[in-house]
């Protein structure tokens, strides 16, 4: 049974306020979907999202999470006036539906976007919308299961088997098969883990990671 980082009685305002930063972002000051999303991840408040942090995930508005992501992400102060009200635009759909793929996979943001980028998420809108969200929950899922893993892909190249290359490397099998179907991120692996899955593989650890 899925863990998830934090109470759904949080989700519903946690993934409003995404939402709302997102529409802000692209909407209100014109920045480019995928490059926010870039930033949002870099800032580190994607992290404190996943991480359940109550600040993040029940204490700041759409408006406060898009300014701390662009300070975090430039260095400057920025300052903007909040907005009343917010459009159910299919802008703010993709990042109301994220937060809620993102909570109930338990996968990183990262991981996320890195399978079904901006652009394919933001294309779901028309069809899924009006949908219960179980229904996202399911599309999204499919999209993982299609979609292997580098790790998967360098342990089949070298004709290992899950359980060969947690023998021969030291990592535990489960957690080989976590990294595989990316309900855990290679990218926030320990350096000693991922050098470990390297050099069984005989490959650089650049062709492990995104």
Known sequence: MMTHAYSPLYLGKCSRAVGNMLHDAVLEFGMDGTDFL?????SGVAEQ????SPKYIAGKSGMELFLDVMEKTTGQSFHADSVSSYDRSDVYWTGWMLTHYQWYS????????????????IG???????????????VLD?????????LKKARRRCGLTQEALANESGVSL????????KSKDLNRAQADTV??????LKCNVSELLN
């Open 142 to 150: 499919a999209h993982f299961s299609q979609s292997e893993s580098k």
């Open 195 to 200: 050098m470990r899955l390297a050099n069984t």
């Open 124 to 138: 779901l809108y028309k069809t899924l919308h009006e949908a219960d969200i179980q229904k996202s929950y399911e």
């Open 49 to 52: 999202i996943e991480s359940g």
């Open 106 to 121: 338990g996968r990183t943001f990262r991981s996320i976007l890195d399978t079904v980028p901006y652009d394919a998420l």
């Open 174 to 181: 489960n957690t080989i098969r976590a990294y595989e179907r």
């Open 38 to 42: 870039k930033r949002f991840i870099q």
